[in-house]
């Protein structure tokens, strides 16, 4: 008796199945990866009395139809066939209802497989997923058109985060511009989802960019996800707490917070600001330091440390670069076999939405490095003057951009001193 496993997939959207989830009993394992399957009609000419196992009764055929003659004819030759996904077996077959409702779920799983081949389709194509157009879009005949009415709520929406940094407060403020009302977990998805940065983004894992005009720059698309990056290692309220040191500054011996203290002395028109540990645990406790002194020599310590510290830095490490320039060596190569016939244009397809996968994920990892203008930038940063001419939340925001943590010594009885500490150094306690 002849045990056979048989399998077909729509290379488009199904990845190949491992042949030993069968086990080690069967004789031959056939696999169709065609829709006029070549290997099930070879073996429908050359039956014999054994055992047939199937995943699904639909692997037979795309029609009701056709899967009813195949079915039919297998079983003629005196062949069992075995579909575990319907529970069917021919020796024992189902009557009445239970062979309507059996004819009902072949018909939906051959529906629900042409529809994940036409969506298949459409991503080798670069067309929108099936639904509603996001937020700020509509649906146009071959891609996503910007929606100039609601573009611009995302748009302010973007630049205010970048601004000042607080997701609540964008919320906030397009809510009284716009008089748009939206969740804080929907605007993160605004900043982070791939579709605003000109992307399709296809079942949860595949990026193809490039393929619609972005409502986020790449530009800013980098300083958001370096902003949220950086933010995650921030107490809640010093994410967006208005002064430029907000939740960076900490004890060099102790690894607590210092938080800023406002307060205006006894009959004196100006307030005061300054630095205090907040849960310091040494005895006696850290003093607190004068919070515009410890500005002022955040900005002489970057002046003096940033530029040659970014003079050393290599900013686009050469293997990213190289994976990059040989993708496109092979979207170029494989125009070339297209044109010359040695490639069908299906195959063609296929392969260059796989290329478009992999060049997004690359160029994901690049915009989690420095900008590209962080030369020219430090040079900027060194000047002392071009810091005091910024507001708060532009010095905040540059900070944030290059430092980790601001470590402070301010032992009782001794000078205070701080010490900055680069995104690019090890962070506080590390052993590396």
């Not at 595949?206 to 990056?229: F, S």
């Not at 430029?244 to 406002?262: D, E, H």
């Not at 300054?274 to 645990?281: A, D, E, G, S």
């Not at 125009?335 to 260059?352: F, I």
């Amino acid at each position: 008796m002849v045990i056979i496993a048989y399998e077909y997939i729509d290379p488009l959207w199904q990845p190949l199945p491992d042949p030993q989830v069968w086990g080690q009993e069967i004789d031959h394992w056939v696999l169709d990866a065609e829709a006029a399957r070549p290997q099930l009609r070879y073996w429908l000419q050359r039956l014999a009395p054994g055992y047939w196992l199937l995943h699904q009764l639909s692997a037979l055929g795309q029609t009701v139809m056709e899967v009813s003659d195949r079915l039919r004819q297998l079983e003629a030759a005196g062949i069992t066939v075995i579909a575990l996904a319907e529970g069917y077996v021919s020796d024992r077959p189902p009557s009445g209802d239970q062979l309507l409702a059996l004819w009902d779920q072949v018909k939906q799983q051959l529906h629900q497989q042409t529809l994940c081949h036409s969506h298949a389709r459409n991503r080798l194509k670069h067309r929108p997923p099936p639904g509603r157009a996001p937020y700020g879009y509509r649906r146009g005949k071959e891609h996503y058109v910007i929606d100039r009415a609601a573009a611009v709520v995302v748009k302010d929406f973007v630049e205010h985060f970048l601004l000042y940094g607080s997701l609540s407060a964008a919320v906030r403020f397009i809510a009284t511009t716009h008089h748009k009302q939206i969740s804080v977990a929907t605007g993160r998805r605004w900043l982070t989802h791939p579709v605003y940065r000109g992307h399709l983004y296809y079942q949860g894992k595949t990026v193809i960019p490039q393929t619609h005009a972005p409502l986020i720059a790449p530009d800013e698309a980098a300083q958001v996800d370096r902003l949220l990056r950086r933010q995650r290692s921030l107490p809640r309220r010093s994410a967006s707490a208005p002064h430029p040191l907000a939740g960076l500054v900490i004890c060099r011996q102790c690894q607590q917070r210092f938080g800023r203290t406002q307060v205006q002395p006894y009959r004196q028109p100006s307030q005061y600001a300054y630095l205090r540990p907040l849960h310091c645990p040494l005895s006696p406790k850290c003093r607190s330091i004068p919070y515009d002194a410890a500005l002022a020599a955040v900005i002489d310590q970057i002046a003096e440390r940033l530029p040659p510290a970014i003079a050393q830095l290599s900013l686009l490490p050469p293997p990213l670069t190289a994976q990059l320039q040989a993708i496109e060596t092979q979207l170029h190569r494989l125009a070339e076999l297209e044109a010359q016939g040695l490639l069908d244009p299906e195959t063609a397809q296929l392969r260059r939405y796989k290329l478009a996968g992999e060049r997004a994920q690359l160029e994901a990892q690049q915009a989690q490095l420095p900008p590209s203008n962080l030369v020219q930038l430090a040079v900027t940063l060194g000047q002392p003057q071009f810091w005091y001419q910024l507001s708060a939340a532009e010095q905040r925001f540059y900070l944030r951009e290059f430092l980790r943590a601001i470590e402070v010594t301010s032992r009782p009885c001794q000078p205070w001193s701080i010490h900055l500490q680069f995104i690019w150094e090890s962070p506080i306690g590390s052993t590396a």
